[in-house]
Protein backbone atom coordinates (compact mmCIF):
# COMPACT_ATOMS: atom_id res chain seq x y z
CA UNK A 1 0.00 0.00 0.00
CA UNK A 2 1.04 3.53 -0.94
CA UNK A 3 0.98 6.62 1.09
CA UNK A 4 0.14 9.77 -0.58
CA UNK A 5 0.83 13.31 -0.60
CA UNK A 6 -2.03 13.98 1.73
CA UNK A 7 -1.08 11.93 5.01
CA UNK A 8 1.95 14.14 5.83
CA UNK A 9 0.03 17.40 4.86
CA UNK A 10 -2.68 16.39 7.30
CA UNK A 11 0.17 15.43 10.36
CA UNK A 12 1.30 18.76 10.11
CA UNK A 13 -1.94 20.53 10.15
CA UNK A 14 -2.86 18.39 13.04
CA UNK A 15 0.00 19.58 14.69
CA UNK A 16 0.05 23.01 14.34
CA UNK A 17 -3.39 23.44 15.40
CA UNK A 18 -2.96 21.24 18.17
CA UNK A 19 -1.24 24.39 20.67
CA UNK A 20 -4.28 26.50 19.80
CA UNK A 21 -6.76 24.17 20.40
CA UNK A 22 -5.42 23.83 23.90
CA UNK A 23 -4.78 27.34 24.89
CA UNK A 24 -8.98 27.41 24.61
CA UNK A 25 -9.52 25.77 27.34
CA UNK A 26 -11.10 26.95 30.23
CA UNK A 27 -9.73 27.59 33.79
CA UNK A 28 -8.79 25.09 36.14
CA UNK A 29 -11.56 24.56 39.22
CA UNK A 30 -10.03 23.87 42.37
CA UNK A 31 -10.92 20.14 43.23
CA UNK A 32 -13.01 19.68 39.88
CA UNK A 33 -10.69 20.03 37.33
CA UNK A 34 -7.67 18.12 39.16
CA UNK A 35 -5.93 21.52 40.49
CA UNK A 36 -5.99 21.64 44.08
CA UNK A 37 -5.69 24.00 46.81
CA UNK A 38 -4.15 23.05 50.55
CA UNK A 39 -5.47 25.53 53.17
CA UNK A 40 -2.60 26.37 54.29
CA UNK A 41 -2.15 28.04 50.56
CA UNK A 42 -5.85 29.45 50.32
CA UNK A 43 -4.89 31.30 53.83
CA UNK A 44 -1.86 32.74 52.68
CA UNK A 45 -3.35 34.01 49.85
CA UNK A 46 -6.47 35.87 51.40
CA UNK A 47 -4.02 37.12 54.51
CA UNK A 48 -2.10 38.49 51.27
CA UNK A 49 -5.10 40.03 49.09
CA UNK A 50 -6.69 41.44 52.96
CA UNK A 51 -2.55 43.61 53.32
CA UNK A 52 -2.82 44.81 49.81
CA UNK A 53 -6.53 45.88 49.74
CA UNK A 54 -6.40 48.95 51.32
CA UNK A 55 -3.58 49.98 49.88
CA UNK A 56 -4.60 49.67 46.47
CA UNK A 57 -7.82 51.51 47.52
CA UNK A 58 -5.86 54.28 49.00
CA UNK A 59 -3.89 54.58 45.85
CA UNK A 60 -6.95 55.12 43.44
CA UNK A 61 -8.87 57.38 46.13
CA UNK A 62 -6.43 59.39 48.28
CA UNK A 63 -8.47 62.31 48.72
CA UNK A 64 -12.20 60.75 49.34
CA UNK A 65 -11.39 61.40 53.18
CA UNK A 66 -9.82 64.70 52.75
CA UNK A 67 -6.16 66.71 53.05
CA UNK A 68 -6.29 65.60 56.91
CA UNK A 69 -7.24 61.67 56.41
CA UNK A 70 -3.47 60.96 56.86
CA UNK A 71 -3.52 62.31 60.67
CA UNK A 72 -4.83 60.12 63.10
CA UNK A 73 -4.86 60.92 66.85
CA UNK A 74 -1.82 59.92 69.09
CA UNK A 75 0.35 60.95 66.46
CA UNK A 76 3.59 62.91 67.01
CA UNK A 77 3.62 66.32 65.44
CA UNK A 78 6.60 68.96 65.37
CA UNK A 79 5.31 72.27 64.72
CA UNK A 80 7.21 75.21 63.65
CA UNK A 81 5.84 79.11 64.08
CA UNK A 82 8.73 81.71 63.22
CA UNK A 83 11.47 80.68 64.86
CA UNK A 84 9.78 78.47 67.50
CA UNK A 85 9.92 74.64 67.13
CA UNK A 86 7.60 72.72 69.82
CA UNK A 87 6.63 68.56 69.85
CA UNK A 88 3.61 68.16 70.50
CA UNK A 89 0.77 65.44 70.12
CA UNK A 90 -2.31 65.17 68.03
CA UNK A 91 -5.56 64.24 70.39
CA UNK A 92 -7.84 65.03 67.62
CA UNK A 93 -9.18 65.10 64.03
CA UNK A 94 -11.97 66.53 62.91
CA UNK A 95 -11.59 66.04 58.80
CA UNK A 96 -15.34 67.36 58.14
CA UNK A 97 -14.27 71.05 59.84
CA UNK A 98 -10.60 70.11 58.87
CA UNK A 99 -9.30 71.05 62.04
CA UNK A 100 -7.13 69.12 64.65
CA UNK A 101 -6.26 69.32 68.56
CA UNK A 102 -2.54 69.42 69.38
CA UNK A 103 -2.06 68.67 73.22
CA UNK A 104 1.80 69.85 74.27
CA UNK A 105 3.91 68.61 76.91
CA UNK A 106 2.53 71.12 79.10
CA UNK A 107 -0.71 69.65 78.64
CA UNK A 108 -2.00 72.43 77.28
CA UNK A 109 -4.31 72.07 74.15
CA UNK A 110 -4.80 74.24 70.90
CA UNK A 111 -7.33 73.94 68.27
CA UNK A 112 -5.40 74.21 64.52
CA UNK A 113 -7.50 74.91 61.48
CA UNK A 114 -6.23 73.88 57.74
CA UNK A 115 -4.56 76.97 56.27
CA UNK A 116 -6.03 77.94 52.93
CA UNK A 117 -2.92 78.36 49.91
CA UNK A 118 -1.30 81.40 50.64
CA UNK A 119 1.58 83.85 50.31
CA UNK A 120 4.83 83.55 51.85
CA UNK A 121 4.22 86.46 53.61
CA UNK A 122 0.99 84.81 54.91
CA UNK A 123 2.61 81.64 55.65
CA UNK A 124 5.11 82.84 57.70
CA UNK A 125 2.49 83.94 60.00
CA UNK A 126 0.95 80.34 59.98
CA UNK A 127 2.12 76.78 61.69
CA UNK A 128 3.77 74.15 60.00
CA UNK A 129 3.09 71.02 60.74
CA UNK A 130 5.16 68.44 60.34
CA UNK A 131 4.83 64.31 60.86
CA UNK A 132 5.45 61.25 59.22
CA UNK A 133 1.98 59.36 57.46
CA UNK A 134 2.12 55.50 57.54
CA UNK A 135 4.16 55.06 54.70
CA UNK A 136 7.13 56.98 56.34
CA UNK A 137 6.87 59.88 54.28
CA UNK A 138 7.16 63.53 55.96
CA UNK A 139 4.51 65.95 55.12
CA UNK A 140 3.96 69.70 56.24
CA UNK A 141 0.65 70.90 56.28
CA UNK A 142 -0.05 74.51 57.82
CA UNK A 143 -2.39 75.93 60.11
CA UNK A 144 -3.72 78.90 61.45
CA UNK A 145 -5.10 79.07 65.13
CA UNK A 146 -8.57 78.91 65.66
CA UNK A 147 -10.16 82.04 66.87
Not at 88 to 93: F, H, Y
Request: net charge neutral.
Amino acid sequence: MRMTWHFPLIGILALSFSPALHAQRPPAIPGVTGTLVTPETAKEEKHAEDKVAPAIKDALTPEAKGPLSDLIPGITVVIRHGTDVTEGTVSNVDVGANEITVRYASRQTQKLVLADRASDEARAMQYAVEYKNDTNQKMTRYFRPKS
